[in-house]
């Protein structure tokens, strides 16, 4: 079952879903609207030609950080992190799902490949997997909208929420797009 803007309202009030900042006029029929932060991700292809999964990431990726007026431009075929400008978090037996909006899939903007999952029990600016499968460079903008969440209920509350002690949570709370860590997967 996904909340409507009746729930999403509930919830918001009830502190199981949280939203910072929270604009009321984002609340849509089923999902909140969310808008695009100023800090960005992308691989440095002239010091680095392959990827190791497993090893640490430190230097693949260089940091870019974009102003009110300036646009980050996404050219054909690239990819970069982003994240949302609000922090979403949802309780111990809430799950959200993020969402690309149609506007700009019809440019050939994709917001995420596979993150697009809120844990239980996580509160963080989602990152955005940012890709352009178009055939023209598209500006984005900060504060523009980016994507949607939309919330669902457990069927009971999680034993383990995100962060917990009892996993191996990597991105708990992130606060700006942070690279893969997919090595730790292979520590021993």
């Not at 509160?123 to 499968?133: G, H, P």
Request: include cysteine.
């Amino acid at each position: 079952m996904i909340l409507s803007d009746r729930d999403i309202k509930l919830y918001l009030k009830e502190g199981k879903i949280t939203i910072s900042p929270f604009r009321q006029e984002c609340v849509q029929p089923a999902s909140v609207d969310l808008h695009l932060d100023r800090t960005f991700l992308i691989f440095d292809t002239v010091n680095h030609h392959i990827i190791d999964v497993k090893k640490p990431v430190e230097g693949l990726m260089r940091r870019v950080e974009i102003d009110g007026d300036t646009p980050f431009i996404l050219h054909p075929g690239e990819f970069a992190l982003g994240a949302t400008l609000e922090e979403v978090g949802v309780g111990n037996d809430v799950v959200g799902r993020l969402e690309g909006k149609s506007s700009l899939g019809r440019l050939g903007i994709i917001i995420h490949a596979t993150a697009g999952y809120l844990d239980p029990g996580n509160r963080l600016k989602l990152t955005l997997e940012l890709s352009n499968i178009g055939s023209l460079p598209v500006k984005l903008y900060f504060n523009m909208p980016i994507a949607q969440m939309s919330f669902s209920p457990l069927s009971s509350p999680c034993e383990n929420p995100y962060g917990s002690k009892a996993l191996a949570s990597k991105y708990y709370g992130a606060k700006e797009p942070q690279a893969s860590q997919m090595w730790k997967n292979f520590k021993s």
